[in-house]
């Protein structure tokens, strides 16, 4: 695991890749190989948080990956610190000068910077890459802008992610991103439907800032803290519309032969592949057999898995 810090507790000097990097996919990686390849300044990933439309715009921006997993996916690749900058309105309104000198040089002591092309900073976002260019070239800072990258199916960005795991395309987001999507939660007390049925479920109380796949009923790998071997499940995402229609929706995970209390643990899942979407059956005993069904479907998914 690398260091997640602020601005002031980093190391110094630094190289930075400067951006969200969420999803941390190919294109994201070009850029941070600039920084981490050559001297001087010790290799840095600078992003905001939260993200600045959440604070100009109210909007709600869910993660990929949240900063306390993008440490151990950035470590790997050369990174020695992640520093996330606490993005306010004051922040905001930095002109593009006021941000690199404040920012990169005073507090960071920038010696390369690398982003990518479309990446925009300063007040109303009037700085692009051809401008921090030109102001690193006046403070002596080397910046290096990264070309957008594509594959066959064009630019490769993290809303193609986001919106493959919206559909369960589980196989095309770990294409897109170079591993498996995953989340984690603590196991939450639930109401024991699921027990009664014959099929204990683990009622997971995830992160709200990390984004979700779409609706439906998943096989999938679970881990339990400290142990490496992953357990074959079932994973419900979404409200109950059999037992309990008005209810909220939630993450519920089966371990598949097993009988565990999991209450208070952390469990790791990876949805592996989309069984079904979800759908209202006539009785208690129709959604057992559909879920017998959707055990023995799991199974033998993940053994190809």
């Not at 948080?49 to 440490?71: I, N, Q």
């Not at 594509?150 to 170079?178: F, Q, V």
């Not at 059999?242 to 089966?254: F, L, Q």
Request: net charge positive.
């Amino acid at each position: 695991m690398i260091p997640l810090c602020s601005p002031k507790q980093a190391l110094l000097p630094t190289a930075l890749a400067l951006g969200s990097f969420d999803g941390l996919h190919a294109g994201h990686r070009r850029v941070i190989e600039q920084i981490t390849n050559n001297p001087p300044g010790i290799p840095t990933v600078v992003s905001f948080w939260p993200h600045p439309r959440e604070v100009l715009y109210g909007e709600t921006r869910l993660r990929l990956d949240l900063p306390s997993e993008k440490t151990s996916l950035l470590g790997p690749i050369g990174v020695k610190q992640l520093v996330l900058i606490p993005f306010d309105k004051l922040l905001a309104a930095l002109s593009p000068e006021e941000f690199i000198n404040q920012i990169m040089v005073q507090t960071l002591q920038a010696k390369r910077i690398a982003v990518g092309e479309n990446f925009r900073f300063g007040k109303n976002r009037k700085g692009d890459a051809d401008s921090l260019k030109k102001l690193g070239a006046a403070l002596g800072i080397e910046v290096s802008v990264v070309p957008i990258f594509e594959d066959e199916s064009g630019r490769m960005s993290s809303s193609r992610i986001r919106s493959a795991l919206n559909k369960g395309e589980l196989a095309i987001a770990k294409k897109l991103m170079g591993r498996a999507y995953r989340f984690r939660g603590k196991v939450k007390s639930g109401r024991g439907l699921g027990r009664k049925l014959g099929w204990p479920t683990a009622n997971l109380e995830v992160n709200g800032r990390k984004f979700l796949p779409g609706l439906g009923v998943y096989a999938a790998w679970a881990w339990r803290k400290n142990i490496d071997t992953p357990f074959s499940a079932i994973m419900n995402l979404g409200p109950q519309p059999t037992i309990d229609p008005s209810a909220p929706s939630a993450v519920e995970v089966h371990l598949l032969n097993q009988n565990i209390d999991l209450v208070g643990e952390e469990l790791l899942v990876e949805p592996v592949q989309k069984l079904r979407s979800q759908k209202q059956f006539e009785s208690l005993e129709c959604l057992s057999n559909q879920i017998e069904l959707d055990a023995k479907s799991a199974k033998s998914i993940l053994k190809r898995n």
